[in-house]
């Protein structure tokens, strides 16, 4: 499930984010450059992030960023904020480079992706002795902080329109981070490698279907 979850992320970075990123700058060498310089940016923020914020990894537990006595459900709360921004910030993006059917397409591969994740939450939390109603209610909130994610992407998109390819660039450049430092890590344990490659190879190809049939 959390190599389907990839693979969406993968799909809707590629199709939703980097090509539009490309098109609106001009194409070519241009647009490259513009998107190159926007994903590794967006990457860099999120590296920043990941490092100076305490939070644990949802599956392993490992804790990371500065030490801090707050409650383990905290840390866990600050690491779903960490990893959901983004694609809250890449929803409101593609919504405000004024193409609707991009924005769906981007909120259609947000929600699916997300369905896997918040349940990797829930039964991590549950697997920690949470009871039911409080695992549920933490893995709810993992979705509340993109919609934020989604009104300072559209924000920033409409007060500075010509750094749209930047600003789609960067979106997609955190959620690269996400899927490569944190997503696909945590499929590759216990011996389950090859199902996660092959959750991966159907999300992507799901979401692709979704961006080719809706845009």
Known sequence: ML????????????????IPAIEAGGGGIKGAGITAIGIILGGMF?????KH?????LL????????????????FIIAITI??????????????????SNGIILAIGITLQN???GLAVALAL?????????????????????PIGAFIGLMLVNIARPLLPLIL??????????????VIPETHKNGYERQATYGVLIGFVIMMFLDVVLG
Do not use: Q
């Not at 969406?8 to 939703?16: D, E, G, I, R």
């Not at 660039?169 to 955190?174: E, L, P």
């Open 83 to 100: 990893h959901n921004f983004p694609e809250g910030l890449a929803v409101g993006v593609g919504f405000g480079d004024e193409n609707v």
């Open 115 to 117: 369905l896997p994740e």
């Open 169 to 182: 660039a960067f979106a997609a450049g955190a959620m690269l981070f996400v899927i490569s430092d944190e």
């Open 3 to 18: 190599g389907f979850a990839a693979g969406v992320m993968l799909a809707a970075t590629s199709f939703s984010l980097i």
């Open 53 to 57: 914020s305490p939070h644990v990894h």
């Open 126 to 146: 549950v697997r920690e002795k949470y009871s039911t109603k409080k695992a549920f209610t933490i893995a709810l909130l993992t979705g509340l902080v993109e």
């Open 60 to 75: 392993d537990k490992r804790e990371e960023g500065n030490k801090s006595s707050l409650a383990r459900m905290w840390l």
């Open 46 to 50: 999120l590296d920043f992030a990941d």
